[in-house]
């Protein structure tokens, strides 16, 4: 269609297209945003389309290397758009908000990916969502519809993933307002809305499935968006979604991918887990890609159950599929663990404990115990993932969750083992790196729930440590009422330890966070109890540095309660 030019590009401008600014190759998803956020930032401003390009071009490069020589601009370099009256507000993707890498490289979904386009545009919509079975590829074409539109959304863009079980609205609203920059007070939904009505966020919240008993509370938080303040919301679900969404426009996930994009799509996962060769030949790449429909997960696992099961076995058991592709889906899995074996099957089942879907590695080997090595056949299988970002998790699909549920529940006594087991691994965690809040964070639905689990098995010793070593993670990140609760339970923990002056010390530091907690939600009293009764322990176990920075607090207690001679004396005490 180009005829003798080289690009698009250049077509564009033989056509008559004044500017066009092009990239050689497909940009990494963050670079594209940061690139496109800084071009429209500077074009906006007032500056020359050249300025605009170099100053993309440099901070994108800056942080991508990779994309160094990647971008062009061809025709106009001097084009100017009129700049528009008032301040113009610089856009950014919310740092702690960073959207999670469903799929190593995405595939397919043109037309879907334009309704996108279109709702986010649209002033009379307040989004968009995605329906379908399980592995059909909601969350991944939700999170790349994020992330190429985040420059549309100034005000940030941030998502929740329903967790297993347990979902709570509120804790939810929280999350995003907290991912946002927004202050909660005792009305999240409240909160949040007057900053969604004000500023454009994208707001993502995964596998609404496991909401069920919140959608009607959630639909009514979304209707409440006006439609002037453009924010947008994308949800995923399996089932259609409820007319009680208003204005919420729903694309159903009916097909798989697009054969061409299926085909691809084989062939890229065939080359990268190693997978044999015959994937390479289009005709059967394409068989396969035709006899699922383009159901990627159905694929996915095709290939890797090709790794360890003959050709001949594989290829028979395609031409035998039949039924509901959701259906296919869990008996391929049934086979996938079954190549896990025993241990593969107990690994999977104590793994599917957790509510988050991805799980810290020390966590997710404690839990299983004696099984522990069932979890890399299930990497070989590819049953769940092997994840590395800075910390390494172990990361299973919704669809292996079901097949669980439905074929290996725990007995009450091995699931309460699995449990305790994990709960001492996060002590140790506390123990270690009570100052990396990514950790905590990247592990938080997982990490609380551990704490219950510790709590409930009367396991003092791990509540205490657990809470002490995230209360800065809680703190920090405006999780007041979770922070309190443990602080609080740590305290009772402690005093049900064996006294011992180690056990006291850790008592006085629990008993000065509790007190932190009392005085941040105004409770000047029960602060100054906590505090001084901190100081009284660690006066009697010789903590001088501890006692110091506690008198200190007492004093600004006292500040603030107008007893400017009791601080002062305080004050000099530390």
């Not at 909160?191 to 994208?202: K, V």
């Not at 028979?316 to 869990?330: M, T, V, W, Y």
């Not at 070989?380 to 800075?390: L, N, T, W, Y």
């Not at 920090?476 to 009422?481: D, E, I, L, P, R």
Request: proline fraction near 3%; charged fraction near 25%.
């Amino acid at each position: 269609a180009a005829g003798e030019v080289q690009s698009i590009a250049q077509a564009l401008i033989a056509a008559g297209v004044r500017s066009v600014v092009a990239h050689r190759w497909p940009l990494i998803d963050r670079a594209a945003v940061m690139f496109s956020q800084a071009l429209y930032r500077e074009l906006a401003a007032g500056r020359a389309l050249h300025t605009a390009f170099d100053e993309a071009v440099r901070i994108t490069t800056d942080q991508f290397d990779a994309e160094r020589g990647n971008a062009v601009l061809l025709g106009d370099e001097a084009l100017t758009f009129p700049r528009p009256s008032g301040p113009v507000q610089p856009s950014q993707v919310i740092e702690n908000a960073a959207l999670p890498d469903e799929t190593a490289r995405f595939f397919g979904r043109r037309d879907e990916l334009l309704k996108l386009a279109d709702i986010f545009a649209n002033d009379h919509l307040r989004g968009a969502a995605l329906t379908g079975i399980g592995g059909i590829g909601k969350s991944a074409l939700a999170f790349e519809a994020a992330d190429r539109h985040a420059w549309r959304f100034p005000g940030g863009v941030a998502y929740v993933r329903a967790s297993e079980f347990g979902f709570s609205l509120d804790a939810a609203l929280i999350d995003l307002a907290r991912s946002l920059g927004v202050a909660v007070s005792g009305n999240p939904a409240r909160d949040l809305l007057a900053y969604l009505n004000a500023t454009p966020c994208l707001l993502v919240l995964d596998n609404l499935e496991r909401a069920e008993r919140e959608l009607p509370r959630l639909a009514e938080v979304i209707n409440a968006l006006n439609f002037d303040g453009g924010s947008k919301v994308l949800l995923t679900l399996r089932p259609p979604l409820s007319d009680r969404f208003h204005d919420v426009r729903e694309i159903n996930l009916h097909t798989g991918l697009d054969a061409a994009n299926a085909l691809a799509y084989v062939q890229f996962i065939a080359a990268n887990e190693g997978a044999p060769a015959q994937w390479q030949n289009p005709a059967e790449a394409g068989a396969l890609a035709a006899r699922v429909s383009g159901h990627p997960e159905l694929m996915r696992l095709t290939v890797f159950r090709s790794k360890q099961t003959p050709w001949a076995r594989v290829k028979q058991e395609l031409a035998n599929l039949s039924g509901r592709l959701d259906e296919a889906l869990q008996e391929l899995i049934g086979k996938q663990v079954e190549q896990a074996g025993e241990m593969g099957r107990t690994a999977l089942a104590r793994l599917a404990l957790f509510p988050q879907p991805r799980v810290l590695c020390q966590a997710a080997l404690a839990a299983c115990g004696e099984a522990a090595d069932g979890l890399d056949k299930l990497v070989q299988a590819g049953v769940i993932a092997f994840e590395s970002d800075g910390a390494e998790r172990y990361a299973l699909h919704a669809t292996a969750v079901d097949w669980v549920r439905a074929h290996h529940r725990l007995q009450d006594a091995e699931m309460q083992e699995a449990k305790r087991r994990a709960a001492t691994a996060y002590s140790e965690l506390a123990n270690n790196h009570a100052n990396e809040h990514d950790i905590y964070a990247g592990e938080h639905d997982n990490y609380m729930a551990a704490m219950d689990w510790a709590w409930a098995s009367e396991m003092w010793a791990e509540v205490a440590s657990m809470a002490q070593g995230a209360v800065g993670y809680l703190r920090t990140k405006g999780y007041w009422q979770d922070g309190f609760k443990w602080m609080t339970r740590a305290v009772a923990a402690r005093r049900k330890i064996a006294e011992s002056q180690e056990n006291s010390r850790q008592l006085a530091y629990h008993l000065d966070s509790l007190a932190r907690f009392y005085r941040d939600m105004g409770n000047l009293d029960e602060a100054a109890r906590c505090f001084d009764e901190s100081a009284q322990l660690l006066d009697a176990t010789d903590d001088e540095k501890g006692k110091a920075t506690t008198l200190h607090e007492m004093a600004n207690v006292a500040v603030t309660r107008g007893d400017l001679d009791g601080a002062l004396d305080l004050y000099r005490q530390s």
